[in-house]
Nanobody, 124 residues
Framework: EVQLVESGGGLVQLGGSLRLSCAAS????????MGWVRQVLGKELEWVSI????????YYANSVKGRFTISRDNAKDTLYLQLNSLKTEDTAIYYC?????????????????RGQGTQVTVSS
């Protein structure tokens, strides 16, 4: 059974930072592209970032480029997202997800699976 468990969300002030983590189990983590999606209440799910299975390349949504950094540790079956210079519009539920494809092509498709999510709230 695929399990994706996020942690690290919370309330942070404008301009602050957070680090999200995702513990994965039940599948061959090191063989698949992974990513983070987010959802603002009432809006569609949005791919934030995707990383290839071997960390060879990454994709970022334009809205987070230069501020967020995705990484993974295949030895620990763990995915990360470093969020810096947070803006109020980054407030959302962030989900760890398995991406069906890598890169910006993968961002055109819904996640294969995702976790329960972690809330990120940026206050002004």
């Amino acid at each position: 059974e695929v399990q994706l468990v996020e942690s690290g969300g919370g309330l942070v002030q404008l301009g602050g930072s957070l680090r999200l983590s995702c513990a994965a189990s039940g599948f061959a983590f090191s063989s698949v592209a992974m990513g983070w999606v987010r959802q603002v209440l009432g809006k569609e799910l949005e791919w934030v970032s995707i990383i290839t299975h071997n960390s060879g390349s990454t994709y970022y949504a334009n809205s987070v480029k230069g501020r967020f950094t995705i990484s993974r540790d295949n030895a620990k079956d763990t995915l990360y997202l470093q969020l810096n210079s947070l803006k109020t519009e980054d407030t959302a539920i962030y989900y760890c997800a398995i991406s069906p494809y890598s890169g910006d092509f993968g961002a055109r498709f819904p996640p294969t699976a995702r976790g329960q999510g972690t809330q990120v709230t940026v206050s002004s």
